[in-house]
């Protein structure tokens, strides 16, 4: 059974305002005196009156018609005046505006990528992160980006700046937009932060995410300078798990490099 408050809400809620229970209910309130009052009776009818005695001549008779001359006549029907009827003139009608129907914004499916922004002397690196997790030391990618970081004549011991960028931010929210232009612009205001601590010669954009999120546009050209618009300039590379399994872009990378190497290094 419900206690007595719980009870009224559920009456409340299907708008019943007086009701008595058949039984007494358990944890109720006392019933009102006023609910259970009954209404006064009615009062007692007209008795009928008893029939004449056989025999008895009645009091009075009532006269017919013909004999009252007090016997109302009957009424003539009344004449009612019929006004005519003055034509309404017709509304103007009322144009009807065609509402255009509502068109559906479709939203792109949200990008799945992590990257992590990494500082090695005085270049800015946005790294893909193959596994989904930070760099370990034991981890065939790091020792493969330590081997390119010391080619390059920079620091070969990149420190990471920050968490990771995640995207989507929020999973499984269909009403907050995660598309590719928003994950360009969440990718390029990391960037911008980091290059207002500290300014960096040139950006390193290792990984297919990485370039195409840094970049004003979807260019997907690697082992290349591009610019990055109020960034500044960019050197796309391939993903550090592209470069193990294809040996034959280090070649190509190793060309590329030595052109843009003058970006971070006093040499000609």
């Not at 019943?16 to 006023?34: D, E, G, H, N």
């Not at 990618?141 to 990471?160: C, G, I, Q, V």
């Not at 990378?253 to 190497?261: G, H, I, P, V």
Request: charged content about 25%; some cysteine.
């Amino acid at each position: 059974m419900i206690d007595e408050q719980q009870r009224r809400a559920y009456l409340g809620a299907m708008q019943v305002t007086t009701w008595l229970p058949r039984t007494v209910l358990p944890f109720a309130a006392p019933s009102r005196a006023a609910l259970l009052a009954l209404p006064a009776a009615d009062a007692e009818p007209q008795r009928r009156q008893r029939p004449a005695p056989v025999g008895a001549a009645p009091a009075e008779v009532a006269a017919s018609p013909a004999q009252n001359p007090v016997a109302k006549k009957p009424l003539a029907p009344r004449k009612i005046a019929v006004l005519p009827v003055k034509p309404v003139a017709a509304k103007a009608a009322v144009p009807v505006v065609a509402t255009p129907p509502l068109v559906e914004v479709r939203r792109e499916a949200p990008p799945r990528f992590v990257l992590q922004v990494l500082r090695a002397g005085n270049c800015l690196l946005l790294v893909e992160l193959p596994t989904g997790e930070g760099f370990a030391s034991r981890d065939p990618a790091y020792r493969l980006l330590k081997d390119l970081l010391h080619a390059a004549r920079l620091p070969d011991s990149p420190r990471p700046l920050g968490e990771p960028i995640r995207w989507p931010l929020l999973r499984g929210n269909r009403e907050f937009d995660q598309g590719p232009a928003a994950a360009r612009d969440y990718v390029r205001a990391v960037l911008q932060g980091q290059l207002e601590q500290e300014a960096a010669a040139c950006i390193w954009l290792i990984g297919t995410p990485a370039v195409r999120f840094a970049g004003e546009e979807d260019e997907l050209a690697v082992c290349r300078e591009i610019s990055l618009g109020g960034l500044g300039t960019a050197w796309t590379l391939p993903g550090l798990e592209q470069l193990m399994e294809a040996p034959a872009l280090k070649a190509e990378l190793w060309q590329s490099m030595r052109r843009a190497m003058r970006r971070w290094t006093s040499e000609p």
